[in-house]
């Protein structure tokens, strides 16, 4: 577009009109501009708060884990044992163990939480992360039925015809952590996917 002012400037048309529509179109390209960076700044605030879900979103379990919804798999003792590795001594999930299960880093797992990875480095257990940090737990209870961890983390990896031939992990970096969730209990629970 500038070109085209630019050659027209060039051709002797500039004149009054062509210089007016000229400062309108910068305009016009400025405000695109400011929408864009507002569009992408609600954007990262929505990733962000489906990964820290607010108290009401966040219902407390017999398990003591907040999730956005309950599973039929969260008074089962065996179940909950399960995935007790991914908790420190005062009993919140911590993202650092969550990462090494899950064979990702803690830099990604930041981004999936919409946080830094300084701050998740410096409270791996905050309590504003235990939302979300359930929602992966209630997918390590896959382990349940696997082998071992390596085997989990094979099947995070394997893209899967319920899923539309995508992998686990893909839907879960797009941030449907509750939808991986419900289908890990369908699966524990023999329900149809």
């Not at 993202?95 to 990702?104: H, M, N, R």
């Not at 031939?165 to 289908?183: S, V």
């Amino acid at each position: 577009m500038r070109a085209t002012l630019t050659k027209a400037k060039h051709d002797g048309v500039e004149g009054e009109d062509l210089a007016s529509l000229r400062d309108m179109l910068l305009e016009e390209m400025r405000r695109v501009e400011r929408l864009t960076r507002r569009v992408e700044h609600i954007l990262r605030q929505g990733r962000s708060q489906r990964a820290r879900p607010d108290a009401k979103a966040g219902l407390e379990t017999g398990t003591g884990m907040a999730s956005a919804r309950s599973s039929p798999l969260d008074k089962i003792k065996s179940v909950i044992s399960a995935t007790k590795d991914l908790r420190l001594p005062n009993g919140n999930l911590s993202a650092e163990l969550v990462a090494k299960l899950y064979g990702i880093s803690l830099s990604q797992l930041a981004v999936w939480l919409g946080r830094t990875k300084q701050a998740l480095s410096k409270t791996p257990d905050a309590d504003s992360l235990q939302g979300a940090l359930g929602r992966f737990e209630r997918i390590a209870r896959l382990r349940l039925v696997t082998k071992n961890d390596a085997e989990f983390r094979k099947w995070l990896r394997m893209p899967n015809n319920t899923l539309g031939q995508r992998t686990p992990l893909e839907l879960m970096k797009a941030g449907l952590w509750q939808d991986m969730a419900d289908k890990v209990d369908d699966m524990l629970t023999g329900m149809p996917t």
